[in-house]
Each structure stands twice: as structure tokens, then as C-alpha cells.
């Protein structure tokens, strides 16, 4: 069966430092994509960053970057010089269909 | 900039009532995607659908739900008979290829009463 454990519930930032967020997944495929996905108090999804399984290159977007341990099946999203506006739920997904717990982010001034 | 549009956006219903939630993918995708997401708890998938038919369904997708896309261009979500387990926020997307971005609607907070 194919999972993902995200096993923080709560994070905290102060503005402009850097947090990373973790997930952990598992899936038999040697091919599939991850994504970290945003919700903010709005509820609307929106998809931060993705990478490829295949790509060993660490995907990135602006001050959003990701360490892919494909060996460790580790997946997590580090936020760099975080904003206030960053404050959101975070969630890991395996493809379109497996979405982790999520991450709840909160930034302080 | 194209988006998925979901309406209505908050729908109150008695239990054993019938609900239609429709959603409107971005026009060119061709996959498309139902999610629950019961208050504070994680996202669920329901089903897929492709080339006119479910191409997964998850194990919460029984048979009370159906999905349909009956003119092209709408995507909607039947439940036939509601429970009150089934009050949560349901989530439409739509992909132009398979795993390569899934773009969310804004949801319908379905209430069950």
C-alpha cells in the first residue's frame, strides 16, 4: 500500500528564518511524483513545488526548495526567509491520490 | 488566469437527501479529480476520471457516490443518500496530464444535518 506520513502536526517560523517541513512515504512504483501542497485559511489547494522520482536533481521555486532522499523515501520542503503570508496547512502528496496528514505553519513577526 | 470552479460553495442538506456537487474544470485538462477533506483531518481522494470514465476510486467511494461529466464541460458528484458522516469540505481538480499539476477548486463545505 502506498502512504505518506507527514509527522509534524505543528511547525513555527519567525519571519525570515528558514523551516523545513518533513514527509515520508512509501510506494513500490520506481516512477511518481511528490508534491507539497499549500492550504491556507481560504481552503483552496495550491500546489507549491514537484518533483519527479526519477530527476535526482532537488526540485526548487523561488524560496521553496525540497531534499528527495528516494532511497530513504524522504520528501521534505524547506521555506526559506519565511513570510508571514507562508502561514498555512502544508501538504505532502504521492501522486494525485495519497495526501499525508499536513503540516499546520505558523509565522511570527 | 484559468481556474476550477466549484459551486455551490456551501451546501446544507438533510440526512438521506440526494446532493449534486459541481465542479468545472480548467477547459483543456483532461483528468479529473474528487477529494474530501473532513474539517481538520487530512485529504482524502475519492475517484478519477478519464476519457469519460472512474479510472480509481478509493474505498470511501461506495455506491452511493457516481460521478459524471454529462456535457463536456461540467464534472459533478452525486450522493445519493447522505449521511451525517459525510459533512466535509469536497475538493475538485483537474490535471492536463497525468501527475503533473492538479489544480484545486475552492471547494464545497457540504453540511449534513
Known amino acids: 500500500a502506498q502512504t505518506v506520513t507527514q509527522s509534524q502536526p505543528e511547525m513555527s517560523v519567525q519571519e525570515a528564518e528558514t523551516v523545513t517541513l518533513s514527509c515520508t512515504y512509501d510506494?513500490?512504483?520506481?516512477?511518481?511524483?511528490l508534491f507539497w501542497y499549500k492550504q491556507p485559511p481560504s481552503r483552496q489547494m495550491i500546489l507549491v513545488i514537484r518533483?519527479?522520482?526519477?530527476?535526482?536533481q532537488n526540485a526548487t521555486e523561488n524560496r521553496f526548495s525540497v531534499n528527495f532522499q528516494k532511497a530513504a523515501k524522504s520528501f521534505s520542503l524547506k521555506i526559506s526567509d519565511s513570510q508571514l503570508g507562508d502561514a498555512a496547512m502544508y501538504f505532502c502528496a504521492l501522486g494525485e491520490l495519497i495526501f499525508g496528514t499536513g503540516t499546520r505553519l505558523q509565522v511570527f513577526p | 488566469e484559468p481556474e476550477v470552479t466549484q459551486t455551490p460553495s456551501h451546501q446544507v442538506t438533510q440526512m438521506g437527501q440526494e446532493v449534486i456537487l459541481r465542479c468545472v474544470p480548467i477547459s483543456n485538462h483532461l483528468y479529473f479529480y474528487w477529494y474530501r477533506q473532513i474539517l481538520g483531518q487530512k485529504v482524502e481522494f475519492l475517484v478519477s476520471f478519464y476519457n469519460n470514465e472512474i479510472s480509481e476510486k478509493s474505498e470511501i467511494f461506495d455506491d452511493q457516490f457516481s460521478v459524471e461529466r454529462p456535457d463536456g464541460s461540467n464534472f459533478t458528484l452525486k450522493i445519493r443518500s447522505t449521511k451525517l458522516e459525510d459533512s466535509a469540505m469536497y475538493f475538485c481538480a483537474s490535471d492536463s496530464n497525468l501527475n503533473t499539476e492538479a489544480f484545486f477548486g475552492q471547494g464545497t463545505r457540504l453540511t449534513v444535518v
Open positions: 510506494t513500490s512504483e520506481s516512477d511518481y511524483y
Open positions: 518533483q519527479e522520482a526519477y530527476k535526482q
